[in-house]
């Protein structure tokens, strides 16, 4: 099988975790016999540096025209003073739109060799943490209206938060296809005792769950939620909430499995074509050090195996390689402990792509 993918490598640590993810893709395509062929699409600083804005027409027309796309990381204190609407991330969320990207999906898991590196008190990580957070990505708050102006003698700002019944109700389904799958329980995180969308939100998940009778629905209020995941996170199987609550969330659910590094997210829409990336920003202080870990990128890779090319076997290939190499005592700097080899970012790759 042949698949072009487009490649956004990004900024600071974003190129090196990319050639890494890219080297285990070659290994797949060797073992399986396909070919990936790649097309470099600039995004992020790095491209406000040599054009001008963070995501040129070129590099969209290129993502448009893949069968999927691949990301680093994006953004820098380096263009910290640019105007927000051409900051690194504002390519990021144009991407987003004109790939109709309407859902993020977030797995939260454990590997069960870093439970040392997991924050929570031993007896909380020994339950499991094995869960995943569908969140709705080109609504709500950051694609609402934003001013600022000056009002009484001093400056008002303001964000528009705002939801139509059809943009829930699609996320909605993603995540209750996805629990049939797994444990069959979604919890529908909102505010709806304060904010009008979250009380549209929560009619709307309601009406959905009666087409999904054998999948248990639980509503709750995003504080709690925030609570809840560190104080018992094995009661959670699919997470479905809107797209502010849902990016804080789920970088809350990546810091309790031991690392940020480890976590993938695939952003889908109507189709197979995917935004697949690392949940983790792009780290300027190590970039170009060889300490980042790819392993959040690679297993982004295998995302994108199984979910836009419909490739398990390779995906699983992918995935068992990760698990043998942790298994192994191989480990970078954000997942070392005791008795460990740390590695780098070369050399966990090679590692990993070793065992492919």
């Not at 400056?155 to 943009?167: F, G, N, R």
Request: hydrophobic fraction near 40%.
């Amino acid at each position: 099988m042949n698949k072009n993918i487009a490649i956004i490598k990004g900024d600071g640590i974003g190129p090196e975790i990319v050639n890494e993810a890219m080297g285990v893709l070659d290994a797949v395509a060797a073992r399986f016999g396909h070919t990936f062929t790649y097309t470099d699409a600039p995004m992020g600083g790095n491209a406000i540096d040599a054009f001008g804005v963070p995501l040129p027409d070129s590099s969209l027309e290129t993502c448009l025209a893949s069968d999927s796309v691949l990301l680093g990381a994006v953004g820098g204190p380096k263009w910290d003073s640019q105007p927000s609407v051409n900051r690194p991330e504002r390519g990021l969320l144009k991407l987003r739109g004109a790939m109709k990207l309407y859902s993020n999906v977030r797995p939260a898991r454990m590997f069960s060799d870093l439970s040392a590196a997991c924050p929570l008190r031993p007896d909380i990580a020994a339950r499991g943490i094995d869960f995943v957070v569908v969140r709705e990505l080109i609504g709500g708050v950051y694609f609402g209206e934003h001013s600022t102006e000056e009002a009484d003698g001093e400056q008002k700002a303001t964000d528009i938060m705002s939801y139509t019944e059809h943009e829930i109700r699609r996320v909605a389904h993603v995540a209750f296809q996805m629990a049939q799958k797994r444990r069959k329980r979604v919890t529908s995180i909102d505010k709806a005792n304060v904010l009008d969308t979250s009380r549209l939100w929560r009619r709307v998940v309601t009406e959905v769950a009666k087409v999904y009778p054998d999948v248990e629905l639980l509503h709750m209020y995003v504080d709690n939620a925030a609570m809840q995941i560190v104080r018992d996170p094995s009661q959670f199987d699919v997470i479905v909430t809107e797209n502010l609550f849902g990016d804080i969330l789920s970088d809350e659910a990546s810091q309790i499995t031991g690392s940020i590094g480890m976590i993938p997210s695939s952003s889908m829409g109507e189709g197979t074509r995917g935004l697949y990336e690392p949940i983790h920003g792009s780290a300027p202080d190590i970039a170009g050090q060889d300490k980042a870990n790819p392993i959040g990128t690679i297993l982004a890779a295998a995302m994108m195996l199984r979910y836009s090319f419909d490739m398990a076997a390779e995906a699983d290939a992918i995935e068992a390689a990760v698990d043998e190499t942790l298994k192994a005592g191989i480990r970078c700097g954000d997942i070392w402990q005791e008795g460990c080899a740390l590695v780098g970012c070369r050399e966990m790759g090679r590692q990993i792509r070793s065992r492919i």
